[in-house]
């Protein structure tokens, strides 16, 4: 069974700088994607940043980037230079073989002006 | 723009009566749609799988006569809450797919049972 484990329910961080919001899961798989998605309060879901497991490469896209360890199931999200507006929850995913995605539990992430 | 349009984006009824809410790809024919359910300040837990043509798959615990889905065409899905009860009251989001497209996800139905 494929997992998604997010150990932060919350993070905060001043407006301006980075932080960092964690991403485990556990698959048997080889060749997989993995996403983080964006829930702002109007609980939209908005694609992040999205990575396929068999490129070595981190995905970024603008001020979003991931930090993907293959090995370890690790895939964490860095958002640089952070704003008002990044608030909301980010969830991680894992999807396989087009089947569904599994998602993490979330992390609410408060920018502070 | 939306490729994914779900309607209605909120719904509020009595108890004991149905409602129906469906998602449809606009600029895809997707063969495969799927139904996850939201509770507050949880995460997304998926439902059930629809393929056009066949019968929806339910994930466990998922009553399949109080969740109807219906995926008759390649771009329309429904979901029929039958009998809601106020614990039904939930948020509902679907997502759809085809073999060249990855998952573009609905905005979601806030579905209130009084």
């Known amino acids: 069974a494929q997992t998604v484990t997010q150990s932060q329910p919350e993070m905060s961080v001043q407006e301006a700088e980075t932080v960092t919001l964690s991403c485990t899961y556990d698959t048997s798989e080889n060749n997989y994607y993995l996403f983080w998605y964006k829930q702002p309060p109007s609980r939209q879901m908005i694609l992040v940043i999205r990575?396929?497991?068999?490129?070595?490469q981190n995905a970024t896209e603008n001020r979003f980037s991931v930090n993907f360890q293959k090995a370890a199931k690790s895939f964490s999200l860095k958002i640089s230079d952070s704003q008002l507006g990044d608030t909301a929850m980010y969830f991680c995913?894992?999807?396989?073989?087009?089947?569904?995605?599994?998602f993490g539990a979330g992390t609410r992430l408060t920018v502070k002006p | 723009g939306a490729v994914v349009s779900q309607h209605p984006s909120r719904v509020i009824c009595k108890s004991g009566t149905s409602v129906k809410i469906e998602c449809r790809s606009l600029d895809f024919q997707a063969t495969t749609m799927f139904w996850y359910r939201q509770f507050p300040k949880q995460s997304l837990m998926l439902m059930a799988t629809?393929?056009?043509?066949?019968?929806?798959?339910?994930e466990q615990g998922v009553e399949k006569d109080k969740f109807l889905i219906n995926h008759a065409s390649l771009t329309l899905s429904t979901l029929t809450v039958t009998s809601a009860h106020p614990e039904d009251s939930s948020f509902y989001i679907c997502?759809?797919?085809?073999?060249?497209?990855?998952?573009?996800f609905g905005d979601g139905t806030r579905l209130s049972i009084l």
């Open positions: 997502s759809a797919r085809s073999s060249n497209q990855p998952q573009h």
């Open positions: 629809s393929n056009e043509g066949s019968k929806a798959t339910y």
């Open positions: 995913a894992f999807t396989y073989n087009n089947n569904d995605m599994r």
């Open positions: 990575q396929e497991a068999y490129k070595q």
